[in-house]
């Protein structure tokens, strides 16, 4: 009953997820000209979507696969490589994002990392990549106790949760900067909304509504692998005493 | 020993609180030409300010009430009490924070509510508008049994750590469009990262800094009041089970 609310759960999310995808990549398609890969702003393009894709969709899936009810039998290092490979797809993703940008502003002669957009966004990739290379050398390489595993895991949640809640911050304001940098004419400004402005602000919604829904089964919802030595097995990690 | 370290990170987490509020002032203050409450743009200055000082400084200190260990022994209602007075007041900020917008907008005819931004801000303060009221009525007033208590209180303390990260994610997606309002002059434009723009960027980096450590305090942390039920009685929210 409660693995299948979970499932019930997963596909709210797999949709969500793939509306905020789909969106991001209709709104550059549609309005902005569509997608190359030769530093124009056609090659910027690419930018919203694996950011969208990699930094909150890819990374969201890949920080529940311990929330899979089948994950919770049976050892738990083919779930940890697979948490792990997900998460190097996602960072690829963001790379390949950056790459995008990167170039895109090569091209054009526009300065770098200027913004806060873009200063929080690469804190939020550094953020990331410390939390990968971390997780794999304790988590996942055998050295480690089991007592530093037990002690740094509430970080790792705590960190992967901050990961995420960053990287909307990060595309909101990056949503939101294209639509300034973009819908500046003086018959169409971004203050008259048109159908460009709603459906990207739109787009920005539904990655807040994806991105506190993972947070949710993440750190509050009753889904846990459960704990051998625990009295009782379904206690969410939010569950605060009375 | 404990409690000890809980103040000295409320210390830490009081400067960083107070930064955000002077760096904001004086940003408005010494680059946006001060306060009024005219409907002039210097009317708009309060805006920045009594957001940050309400939405994030205060909403934040008023969530880590039940953390202090003052609060673990003896009974709730005070601090229940001293809970929603806190947030009431930090609610009280926000409105005053809406209300100096709107009337820069309505004085200088300029549309409400049209960016992502200000679409989110609005969510946000809806949502702790909810919050509030749920609160009080599940929490504060007696006529709710025990049983509802402790069904909705991981949610109350979701939905409100949700509530923190949105406000933050306002903020720097604000922070980021004042900027690009105001620094379009050809000879010092924000991306030639004038000091203004150093300034005000860090101001935001300051704001998630102080966010992250409150849903740190708040969702990770060893210090709970102690549940008089429990077998041990420091296990943090995020202690995920191995």
Known sequence: MASGRFYLFCMVLGSLGSMCILFTTYWMQYWRGGF?????????????VLMVSGMVVLYGAASLVYRLPLSWVGPKLPWKILHAALHLLAFTLTVMGLVAVF???????????????SWLGITTVIFFACQWSLGFAI???????????????PVHVYFGACILS??????????NEKLFFVLKNVTMPYSSLPSEAV?????????VAFGLLVLYVLLASPWKRPDPGALTDRQPLLHDRE
Chains 1, 2 share one sequence.
């Open 166 to 175: 960053l990287s909307i911050t990060s595309v909101i304001s990056g949503i």
């Open 103 to 117: 170039q895109f502003h090569n091209h054009s002669k526009i300065t770098h990392l200027y913004s806060l957009h």
């Open 199 to 207: 459906f990207a602000n739109s787009t920005g919604l539904l990655v």
């Open 36 to 48: 190359a890969w030769d530093g124009s702003v056609h090659m910027f393009n690419w930018h919203p």
């Open 139 to 153: 988590f996942l390489l055998p050295w480690a106790s089991q007592w530093l595993r037990s002690l740094l895991k």
